[in-house]
């Protein structure tokens, strides 16, 4: 079985400090991992993905996230938040067997402090 | 430019008045899906559809039904809408519904049931 756990429902932080929103997954198969982040009043862009490739992968406005099998995490990483950060993001594992093979975590609200 | 429309993008109805969202692609994609989203929730997949003419239940499917007569669009249709149905969805596309391949999302609708 396949799912996802994002660890925090609300991380908030300083401008210009680190971030760091949690994903633990748990799948069958050898997963693709996803982050998406949604900003208010809008659809879910992606961010990064994971498939099989490099373990560290770089994403959009400078997040990354690091595949760790042996603890079954994805976590994702900003080195300074900017104001622009805050958002809403998911974590999803996706699995290449069967045609609903995308599951969700419940969300990571971010908020960015001035 | 490449998107996913839907409309409307607000919608306020009373119960049992039926109602059609719209949801369109522009990529030629032959993967699309209904989510809905609700706090705490994450999303959840109402249908899916891998090809035109080929469409098969998600995670909740009760109360919603589709259709898929052209590769472009995937309408969902509340034959008889209940409060419980009030929430925000999201139609998405892609290429396949592989786990590699990422999610392009429309910016959602908020249907508010009374």
């Known amino acids: 079985a396949q799912s996802v756990t994002q660890l925090d429902s609300h991380v908030s932080v300083s401008e210009g400090t680190p971030v760091l929103l949690r994903c633990n997954y748990s799948s069958s198969y050898s997963p693709s991992l996803f982050w998406y982040v949604q900003h208010p009043n809008k659809g879910l862009q992606l961010l990064l993905k994971y498939t099989s490739a490099a373990t560290l992968v770089k994403g959009i406005n400078g997040f990354e996230a690091e595949f760790k099998k042996s603890e079954t995490s994805f976590h994702l990483t900003k080195p300074s938040a900017h104001m622009s950060d805050a958002a809403e993001y998911f974590c999803?594992?996706?699995?290449?067997?069967?045609?609903?093979?995308?599951?969700f975590g419940t969300g990571t609200r971010l908020t960015v402090i001035p | 430019e490449a998107q996913v429309t839907q409309n409307p993008r607000y919608l306020i109805t009373v119960t049992g008045k039926k109602l059609t969202v719209t949801c369109s692609q522009n990529m030629n994609h032959e993967y699309m899906s209904w989510y809905r989203q609700d706090p705490g929730l994450g999303l959840r997949q109402i249908y899916y559809s891998m090809n035109v003419e080929v469409t098969d239940k998600g995670d909740v499917p009760e109360g919603y039904k589709v259709s898929r007569k052209e590769k472009r669009n995937f309408p969902l249709i509340l034959e008889s809408p209940s409060p419980n149905q009030t929430s925000l969805y999201f139609c998405?596309?892609?290429?396949?519904?592989?786990?590699?391949?990422?999610?392009?999302f429309g910016p959602g609708t908020r249907l508010t049931v009374t």
């Open positions: 999803v594992v996706s699995v290449k067997t069967g045609a609903n093979n995308l599951f």
């Open positions: 998405a596309s892609s290429f396949a519904p592989s786990g590699e391949y990422e999610q392009y």
